[in-house]
Antibody, heavy 119, light 107 residues
Framework: QVQLQESGPGLVKPSQTLSLTCTVSGGSISSGSYYWTWIRQPAGKGLEWIGC???????NYNPSLKSRVTISIDTSKNQLSLKLSSVTAADTAVYYC???????????WGPGTLVPVSS | DIQMTQSPSSVSASVGDRVTITCRASQGLSRWLAWYQQKPGKAPKLLIYAASNLQSGVPSRFSGSGSGTDFTLTISSLQPEDFATYYCQQANSLPLTFGGGTKVEIK
């Protein structure tokens, strides 16, 4: 069974770039007809889709974040990554990576990592 | 973006109760809708995809129905482990969007 695990710095300063990595285990990130996504959730609030990447390397981003987001994939390391630039306190959230299936459902999730944005 | 509206935002229920949660989309989704369960401090867990398909390993007391703009998640007999927040997610077009959540609380 595939498992996902997010990792990254525990704190990011305003105006800096948030960088996270998601390591996939229990299966190849490039096998099957899956895509890989990033989602975030501010404390006590709902879920926001950030964007996704396919094993081909093509990406789709949420228009609300598109100018600041880059998602990439490293099939040799079985990892995907997220970079979010020019962060503010509004970007403070738990960030999740997840695997997407053929019906655009998200069938496997990492446990999430809290990223506070604060000076 | 497609807006997803869940109702109610919270519901109080007892073990054994039948619970129904509704999700309405701002435009037609066909059957491209998923449901998730989230417990405090945990990641969401997929329950239902394509409106009515039960994800592997999910108890059969969970069921989904609907098409177009109106969808329902039903828990036929609420169990103690089902107290959580439930989210719908439209899978019809990007960006993927989620409902605001329904918190199922103990009465």
């Amino acid at each position: 069974q595939v498992q996902l695990q997010e990792s990254g710095p525990g704190l990011v300063k305003p105006s800096q770039t948030l960088s996270l990595t998601c390591t996939v285990s229990g299966g190849s990130i490039s096998s099957g007809s899956y895509y890989w996504t990033w989602i975030r959730q501010p404390a006590g609030k709902g879920l926001e889709w950030i964007g996704c990447i396919y094993t081909s390397g093509s990406t789709n981003y949420n228009p609300s974040l598109k100018s600041r987001v880059t998602i990439s994939i490293d099939t040799s390391k079985n990892q995907l990554s997220l970079k979010l630039s020019s962060v503010t306190a509004a970007d403070t959230a738990v960030y999740y990576c997840a695997r997407g299936g053929g019906s655009w459902e998200l069938d496997s999730w990492g446990p999430g990592t809290l990223v506070p944005v604060s000076s | 973006d497609i807006q997803m509206t869940q109702s109610p935002s919270s519901v109080s229920a007892s073990v054994g109760d039948r619970v129904t949660i509704t999700c309405r989309a701002s435009q037609g989704l066909s059957r491209w809708l998923a449901w998730y369960q989230q417990k405090p401090g945990k990641a969401p867990k997929l329950l239902i995809y394509a409106a009515s398909n039960l994800q592997s390993g999910v108890p059969s007391r969970f069921s989904g129905s609907g098409s177009g703009t109106d969808f329902t998640l039903t828990i036929s007999s609420l169990q103690p482990e089902d107290f959580a927040t439930y989210y719908c997610q439209q899978a019809n077009s990007l960006p993927l969007t989620f409902g605001g959540g329904t918190k199922v609380e103990i009465k």
